[in-house]
């Protein structure tokens, strides 16, 4: 195997073990404060007035009526959309939305990469001649994920990394890693951008790279553009546990 091969497989390792690390000491940690903030997404029936059970006539006699699902959808319009910054910092959510929203579109790349590589070793065809609706849609999916994710990471990471030097209420709060980390995801997504451009139109070269880090296979020799991308993203993974 290429000594690229060998050092995907070594950032993978030093991920998954700094994340379960950290994931580790996080759990050991004292329970924190309990402190609620208003309106809580739990309060089944409250939430929507800011409201809490603490509110009723001898609450402490009663059983607390919570809501899971609102809990859930709370959660997710700020992880998805980052409605708060929304909110409170318009010009900045402007960039930071398709920053993070291309990031979670890229990880979906990475797992249709995954599922499309092992449909290939399985003998099935991921391409758009393919039959079958599954292998049609690991094929599509994975290109629509892949473009518009670098598109949009590509397109935040620039306008964050702008905003950071020219805006004084952020430069005084950024640091030297700050500037590194968000040259180093915009360089992974021009670099992503420019593999699927020049030689890669259907991620199909990126797909046998998969196969091969699965098989333990070597991989054929990779064009400029998707060697640096690799080598990139690899790095990456390695500083990843740190800013968890």
Known sequence: MSALQYFIYLSVIVMVVGILIKAIKIAKMPMHLRWDLYPIP??????????????????????????????????????LFIQSLYHHN??????????????????????????????????VA???????????????LTIICGVAGAILGAFGAFGLLLSRIFKSELRLFSV?????????????????LASWLISDKTFELLRSVTAGLITFQPVAS???????????????????????
């Open 90 to 123: 318009r010009p900045l959510w402007i960039f930071s939305f398709p920053f993070h929203f291309g990031l979670y579109l890229l990880i979906g790349f990475v797992a249709f990469l995954l599922l499309g590589a092992i449909l290939n070793l399985s003998g």
């Open 126 to 140: 991921v391409t758009a001649e393919a039959t079958g609706f599954i292998p049609i849609a690991v094929y599509a």
């Open 222 to 244: 990779l064009p400029p553009t998707t060697h640096l991308f690799l080598v990139l993203s690899a790095l990456f993974s390695y500083i990843f546990p740190s800013l968890t």
């Open 42 to 79: 739990h309060e089944k029936g409250k939430n929507k007035y800011g409201g809490s059970y603490f509110e009723e006539v001898d609450w402490w006699t009663k059983p607390a009526n919570f809501s899971m699902a609102s809990e859930i959808k709370e959660m997710s319009k700020e992880i």
């Open 176 to 192: 030297k890693s700050d500037y590194f980390n968000l040259l180093l995801l915009l360089s992974i997504f021009v670099l992503l």
